[in-house]
């Protein structure tokens, strides 16, 4: 006799700003992924820290959630980062060379510079207070504010961050605060 084994789920959400990367708010009181999606057993593959926005994977294959966060696997995620001030040809190079931060060189990243993107208005409208500029960040690795931490290092404040793919996998058409199952196609992009 077999047993049918239910499905496995691979959720894709767009994150909104402000939102914590998971189900609890262990007493912070800011929103958590609970208040959009009611899926049990689901877990974030990755996270997005709560300032940052856009894709985000939910799934209850363990197998998968290290493969996507584990940088030996090399799973690129693809980024739109707003950042104060002048990011020069010198500091694009140094970015994607590798940044030394506190306890770590950064692995060879992708900075460009990109024309301003169209994405949806933010409930915290960004305010600079100089000039700013947008890049396309392309990472293998995910340190803890990493972008964050590598752009201050060579002078560049980033005041947004909304991530638009992981690998093949894109955000295209999901709307702020939705998420809807990946389609067999977009899986096998994963495997």
Not at 152 to 166: D, E, K, N, S, Y
Request: glycine content about 8%; aromatic content about 8%.
């Amino acid at each position: 006799m077999g047993y049918d084994c239910p499905a496995m789920r691979y959720i894709l959400f767009n994150k909104p700003y402000g939102v914590l990367s998971q189900f609890t708010d262990e007493g912070t009181g800011h929103p958590t992924l609970k208040q959009f999606i009611d899926i049990p057993n689901v877990y974030a593959a990755g996270r997005l820290d709560r300032d940052s926005e856009g894709l985000l994977l939910l799934t209850d294959d363990g197998g998968l959630i290290k493969r996507l966060t584990d940088p030996r696997h090399h799973i690129e995620k693809t980024y739109l980062v707003m950042v104060e001030g002048d990011p020069t040809p010198e500091k694009l190079t140094q970015l994607s060379r590798g940044i030394q931060l506190k306890n770590y060189f950064t692995s060879p990243a992708s900075f460009r510079l990109i024309r301003d993107p169209e994405l949806p208005l933010r409930p915290k409208p960004v305010t600079p207070h100089g000039p700013t500029a947008w890049l396309e960040v392309k990472l293998r690795e995910g340190k803890k504010r990493q972008i964050r931490h590598m752009t201050a290092a060579v002078g560049l404040f980033t005041l947004r961050i909304f991530r638009i793919a992981i690998g093949g996998i894109k955000i295209d058409g999901l709307e702020v605060g939705q998420w809807r199952d990946l389609s067999s196609k977009e899986l096998k992009l994963l495997s």
